[in-house]
């Protein structure tokens, strides 16, 4: 295998199982994103949001056969309560809810073009495959992020071995240019909303599909426009800055540092400041530096 491809654990991530017969329509009922667009063939990307359509836990959802069982990738961190919220919404319905202790999460990525055909998969977001114990998915979010593999057990796995492991900041790197936020890093839990955050880009939204938990105030951002940040790409001049450090413009708060790496991050700014500062090619002061919006 060629040494453009590298690959990285991410060890940040928990996987839960999802099981019964009423696990379709449960999650149909509460998540941002379309059920019905799972199979063992294709992956999502989706969000639960609380009643006022703000952000509350983000996975991606595949399957791997065609029984009533549903795989979440989720934050590691956050997996038991998220466990605890699906369970408040569950009431009486026939569905199970456990954490997979023993599923391994790689992420291979990198400049070959060859990837897909590599690891034999379609050149798409989300598209997956099984493979002995093993489940391939391009990342549904983009594909450039790179595939997800997760190995359920060594035996008869997939061999990476040929591949450059790399620590999680050369993805964090990658998923920072892409404009593409971590939720541990990146939102608020509890005040975030989708639209300000790029998930409508990142196919996390079906506008589509009906009723969902916060799905009214999404889909009024949506259509009028209501939104007033969003999540925008910048080159960081001087010291490295601290995510959650605010950004002040004209005396008043006009956003936040989020993540960053290497010089360059990731900020939640006022949309008309992105837009004037685009426009000028100028930078903001923040503390002792600079920041630059990257278009």
Same mark, same amino acid.
Do not use: W
């Given at each position: 295998?060629?040494?453009?491809?590298?690959?990285?654990?991410?060890?940040?991530?928990?996987?839960?199982?999802?099981?019964?017969?009423?696990?379709?329509?449960?999650?149909?009922?509460?998540?941002?994103?379309?059920?019905?667009?799972?199979?063992?063939?294709?992956?999502?990307?989706?969000?639960?949001?609380?009643?006022?359509?703000?952000?509350?836990?983000?996975?991606?959802?595949?399957?791997?056969?065609?029984?009533?069982?549903?795989?979440?990738? %989720?934050?590691?961190?956050?997996?038991?309560?998220?466990?605890?919220?699906?369970?408040?919404?569950?009431?009486?319905?026939?569905?199970?809810?456990?954490?997979?202790?023993?599923?391994?999460?790689?992420?291979?990525?990198? +400049?070959?073009?060859?990837?897909?055909?590599?690891?034999?998969?379609?050149?798409?977001?989300?598209?997956?495959?099984?493979?002995?114990?093993?489940?391939?998915?391009?990342?549904?979010?983009?594909?450039?992020?790179?595939?997800?593999?997760?190995?359920?057990?060594?035996?008869?796995?997939?061999?990476?071995?040929?591949?450059?492991?790399?620590?999680?900041?050369?993805?964090?790197?990658?998923?920072?240019?892409?404009?593409?936020?971590?939720?541990?890093?990146?939102?608020?839990?509890?005040?975030?909303?989708?639209?300000?955050?790029?998930?409508?880009?990142?196919?996390?939204?079906?506008?589509?599909?009906? %009723?969902?938990?916060?799905?009214? @105030?999404?889909?009024?951002?949506?259509?009028?426009?209501?939104?007033?940040?969003?999540?925008?790409?910048?080159?960081?001049?001087?010291? @490295?800055?601290?995510?959650?450090?605010?950004?002040?413009?004209?005396?008043?708060?006009?956003?936040?540092?989020?993540?960053?790496?290497?010089?360059?991050?990731?900020?939640?700014?006022?949309? +008309?400041?992105?837009?004037?500062?685009?426009?000028?090619?100028?930078?903001?002061?923040?503390?002792?530096?600079?920041?630059?919006?990257?278009?």
């Amino acid at each position: 295998m060629t040494i453009k491809l590298f690959k990285t654990f991410l060890i940040d991530r928990a996987t839960l199982l999802l099981q019964g017969e009423d696990v379709h329509d449960f999650l149909q009922n509460i998540i941002s994103n379309n059920i019905d667009l799972v199979t063992k063939d294709q992956s999502i990307y989706s969000t639960l949001l609380n009643p006022q359509g703000k952000f509350m836990f983000d996975f991606i959802l595949f399957k791997k056969n065609n029984l009533n069982e549903i795989y979440l990738d %989720c934050d590691k961190n956050r997996a038991e309560q998220l466990i605890k919220t699906l369970n408040l919404y569950k009431l009486r319905k026939n569905v199970q809810i456990s954490i997979l202790n023993k599923i391994k999460t790689i992420c291979v990525y990198g +400049e070959d073009k060859n990837i897909f055909k590599i690891l034999k998969l379609n050149n798409k977001e989300g598209s997956s495959k099984i493979i002995n114990t093993s489940v391939k998915i391009v990342d549904p979010r983009n594909k450039n992020l790179g595939i997800r593999i997760y190995k359920f057990h060594e035996k008869n796995s997939i061999n990476l071995s040929k591949i450059k492991l790399e620590p999680i900041s050369k993805y964090d790197e990658l998923r920072i240019n892409l404009v593409i936020p971590d939720s541990s890093k990146d939102l608020e839990i509890g005040k975030s909303f989708l639209l300000e955050n790029n998930f409508d880009k990142l196919k996390a939204i079906d506008f589509k599909k009906g %009723c969902y938990i916060g799905q009214e @105030n999404t889909a009024r951002q949506k259509y009028r426009g209501t939104h007033k940040k969003i999540l925008a790409k910048v080159k960081i001049y001087g010291k @490295n800055l601290k995510n959650g450090t605010k950004i002040i413009y004209k005396d008043r708060q006009i956003g936040s540092i989020r993540s960053s790496t290497n010089k360059t991050g990731l900020v939640t700014i006022r949309t +008309e400041v992105y837009q004037e500062f685009i426009k000028n090619n100028s930078k903001i002061s923040v503390l002792n530096s600079y920041i630059k919006f990257i278009n």
